[in-house]
Every structure is written in structure tokens, then in C-alpha cells.
């Protein structure tokens, strides 16, 4: 079942949506900050290794990854663009990342240890950035912690600060960021503490996607742009702001970012249902009249989340073809009575443009009572990711 599937639905990843987006988020920063592309998470569902390549060959400067097997899949696939690992690293897999050329967020010691212990066996340095907690609360060290790791690795060979980094808590969450100014305070103050204790800080950095859009003083010397890059907003609050501050300041900005992302299956069987007969497990679903059946070959196993059961819309034809019952590990039923002289395997767009009308991450993340970055994270990642032009 499984082989027939991976032939039967697939993802298209648009070239020239990658190409815009990234000139777009280019085009706001500073000449010297630089564009750190965040590909972690099976680059949030759209594919590792062909999004690493074609980010770094629309121009961005480094890719962002979350673990260290990411950065060696990196690596595996011919690029050589600096690669920065900003999640978890066990210690035990340092040695294995002193031979990718890579740079790793610290906030604790053991790491920090292993790190130079590799990069000494290795003949390597490994540049190190120390993760400020400034009001998250997940990763990251205070001030006086931080001062500590920066006086460890001053006296370690094998490894180098690089730079100092966070993450804010809700700037994409509120149209209200005072905390999220609150925080980069904090970071800037960790800042001027090494500094005043004789520490070179090279880099400082802490914007995501909303905060590149939205404020310049947050950029630093490297922004760390995730969702934005694949043609998706952080929220409607992030939209929001920036409606608000075009044409108010020099700092208003709208990106026309494009999605890069579409998901596409086949129809596997039409099968025609007489009314009053139950559709799915559960019998969630009865048809009022004689309907007209397609079933498609992906269910929740593939991504295609249960919760779209009996709300959910598929495009068929360019015509919206309603998700009838309960999606199944491994199969889904739509409703295609209305639309013309449908036949098995004809293509059906789950995520994307079909005709004039468009399924999109944020709509079908309201149907899931969710958000964009789930929708496409989680669509199975042994589905094919195709390179297209258009």
C-alpha cells in the first residue's frame, strides 16, 4: 500500500516562490546583516535536501537547522553554506559534528566540554553561540550563566564564541511586542556584560520571520527567517502590524511572499452511493441523495489530519470537492457529484492552486483549529518533494 502511494501523492515545491521570497526578505535587511534560512523539520515539510539547495541558490548566507543529523544531511547533499544547529545536541554526537563544518547553540557546559574536546581531535575549532533565556522560558541561560560559559570557552581549545542569540516568546502572537522589545533588551544587556568583561561577541542575533518583517532594529547580524521563506505569514497578527505600519514609517513593509508548497494525490476509485447509505468509519457521514464517490490513496498517516473529517475541501478540476466521512489511516472520500466526468487518476489538489481557487495552509488550518506551520510540517516526509519551475 504503502509504494502506491508514495506514486500516488506527492508535493511540488516551486523554484521561482523560493527565488521571491528570498529576494523579498533580502531586500529588508541591512547590507550587513545576514539571511539564516531555517530548513529544520524536514524544512518545515516541504524537504530537506532540495529546499537546502535551492534556498542557498536563491542567496540565502545560512541555513538553520534544529539537529545535528540535519546538519550532516545538510552536508550529504553538496551544500556548503554555514549551517547553525540551534536545538538540541547531544554530547555524544559531537565528534560526528566537528567534520561538518558546523556551528552549535550551547547553554550548558557538557556540551560545551565535548564540543572542544571533538574539535581538538578533529584539528577543527567549532564556533559556539550561547543562548540567552530573556523570557521564553525553553532553552537557554541567564546572564550569570552565561558569563560562565563565555569564561569556559575562553579557556578551551577546540571551540570559539561566535555569537550570543534568542528567541522571543510571542512576537508573532500579539499586536502588542513590548515584551518582545523587553527581551531583546535583555539580550542586548548580556551583550554589553561580556563585552565589559573583555569578551569579542562577533555576532548578536534574535529575529524570526515576523520580527525580520516587522521591526529592523531587531535584525542584528543575522536573521533567522523561517516560515516567512516558504511564502507563509507567522500569523494574522504579524499581517496585521505590517498593514498598520505601511505608509506610516520608513519601516512599513508588506512582502508579497509566495507559497512554495503544493500537495497533490490521484482519485484511486469513483464509486457511485445511493442515499441513505453511511460513509466511513463511525457512519459519521449520510448521504441525502445518490452521490457520486471519489476515494484518494493518503489518510492521517500521510499528514492528511482526521480533523478535516466532514469539514475539510479537496480541488478537483479547479471545483471544490468536499471531504466526505472520516479520513483513514491511508484513505480519504470526497464528494464529487458536481464535478464533471471525473475518472480514476485524476489529479486532486489538497494544498494549493487548482483553476481559480486556492486551498491554503492557513485555511486548512482553520478547519484543523490550528496553525500553518503544523499543516505543512506534518505531511509524511517519504512523500516525493518535486522540483518545479511553475
Known amino acids: 500500500m504503502q509504494n502506491h502511494v508514495r506514486e500516488t501523492t506527492w508535493c511540488e515545491i516551486r523554484r521561482r516562490a523560493i527565488e521571491n521570497n528570498v529576494a523579498l526578505l533580502r531586500r529588508r535587511l541591512k547590507p550587513e546583516s545576514l539571511l539564516g534560512v531555517v530548513v529544520k523539520s524536514e524544512a518545515y515539510g516541504h524537504g530537506l535536501p532540495v529546499c537546502a539547495r535551492e534556498f542557498v541558490q536563491a542567496g540565502a548566507d545560512w541555513l538553520v537547522v534544529n539537529a545535528a543529523d540535519e546538519a550532516r544531511r545538510i552536508r550529504a547533499c553538496g551544500v556548503d553554506a554555514p549551517v547553525y544547529v540551534c536545538g538540541y545536541v547531544s554530547p555524544d554526537e559531537a ?188 457512519r459519521s457521514h449520510r448521504a441525502t441523495h445518490e452521490m457520486k464517490l471519489a476515494v484518494l490513496p493518503l489518510g492521517y498517516f500521510e499528514g492528511f489530519d482526521r480533523r478535516l473529517s466532514n469539514v475539510g475541501h479537496t480541488l478537483v478540476r479547479g471545483i471544490r470537492a468536499p471531504i466526505l466521512g472520516r479520513i483513514c489511516m491511508n484513505m480519504t472520500m470526497i464528494d464529487v457529484t458536481h464535478v464533471p466526468n471525473v475518472a480514476k487518476g485524476d489529479e486532486v489538489t489538497l494544498l494549493g492552486a487548482s483553476g481559480e481557487e486556492r486551498i491554503s495552509a492557513e485555511q486548512m488550518a482553520e478547519w484543523m483549529g490550528t496553525i500553518n506551520y503544523e499543516v505543512v510540517t506534518r505531511i509524511l516526509p517519504a512523500l516525493p518533494r518535486k522540483l518545479v519551475e511553475d
Not at 567534520?99 to 581531535?121: F, N
Not at 519601516?251 to 460513509?279: C, H, M, Y
Open 95 to 282: 565528534e560526528d559534528l566537528a567534520g561538518v563544518d558546523v556551528r552549535v547553540v550551547i547553554y550548558d557546559e557538557e556540551l560545551l566540554e565535548a564540543l572542544a574536546h571533538a574539535g581538538r581531535k578533529s584539528g577543527e575549532t567549532i564556533p559556539v553561540h550561547i543562548k540567552i533565556e530573556t523570557g521564553t522560558n525553553r532553552q537557554g541561560v541567564g546572564p550569570e550563566k552565561a558569563l560562565v560559559l563565555a569564561r569556559r570557552c575562553a579557556e578551551l581549545d577546540g571551540v570559539t564564541l561566535e555569537g550570543l542569540t534568542t528567541h522571543y516568546a510571542d512576537i508573532e502572537d500579539t499586536r502588542d511586542h513590548r515584551f518582545a522589545f523587553e527581551q531583546l533588551a535583555r539580550l542586548e544587556e548580556v551583550e554589553k556584560v561580556l563585552k565589559n568583561e573583555g569578551f569579542e561577541v562577533p555576532m548578536v542575533h534574535s529575529a524570526n520571520s515576523a520580527a525580520t518583517i516587522l521591526y529592523p532594529r531587531t535584525h542584528g547580524d543575522l536573521v533567522r527567517v523561517g516560515i516567512a521563506a516558504y511564502g507563509l505569514w507567522p500569523s494574522n497578527e504579524t499581517y496585521v502590524v505590517a498593514l498598520q505600519k505601511e505608509g506610516k514609517s520608513e519601516n512599513g513593509f508588506i512582502p508579497e511572499l509566495e507559497p512554495v508548497l503544493s500537495w497533490k494525490t490521484r482519485v484511486v476509485q469513483v464509486k457511485t452511493v445511493k442515499a441513505g447509505d453511511f460513509i466511513g468509519y463511525g
